[in-house]
């Protein structure tokens, strides 16, 4: 595996705007893609953004249009902008990468693909988000 460091998590005011990194000791265009996914304290792992080698993104709804994805293949780092936070984005945020193409990938879509964690292969630490009211 490639190890993921991510940064940028703290405490914000909603309405408020953080940008997180997930720097990669690899090279990150070899990734099929990379996301980012948060989770709650007892709560499933839920995928928010998702970029693919070609560009590709794909966005959770409750925060298209506030989030975006991108990737900076020269620096081996990922990031998500967030904007217009809200106490609902609380959560520890992780970002993933997966290595290659899972065999069903034509059948099954880049959305379904990279928006599931259980395709993931490489994990970070995780850096915790938090917005009050």
């Known amino acids: 595996g490639v190890p993921l460091v991510e940064s940028g998590g703290g405490s914000v005011q909603s309405g408020g705007s953080l940008r997180l990194s997930c720097a990669a000791s690899?090279?990150?265009?070899?990734?099929?893609?990379m996301g980012w996914f948060r989770q709650a304290p007892g709560m499933e792992r839920e995928g928010v953004a998702a970029?693919?080698?070609?560009?590709?993104?794909s966005y959770a709804d409750s925060v298209k249009g506030r989030f975006t994805i991108s990737q900076d293949n020269a620096k081996n780092t990922l990031y998500l902008q967030m904007n217009s936070l809200k106490p609902e984005d609380t959560d520890m945020y992780y970002c993933?990468?997966?290595?290659?193409?899972?065999?069903?990938?034509?059948?099954?879509?880049?959305?379904?693909?990279?928006?599931?964690?259980?395709?993931?292969?490489?994990w970070g630490q995780g850096t915790q988000v938090t917005v009050s009211e």
């Open positions: 993933a990468a997966v290595l290659a193409a899972p065999s069903d990938y034509l059948y099954t879509g880049f959305s379904s693909t990279c928006m599931a964690k259980h395709h993931y292969d490489d």
């Open positions: 690899g090279y990150t265009y070899k990734y099929f893609c």
């Open positions: 970029i693919g080698r070609d560009g590709t993104t």
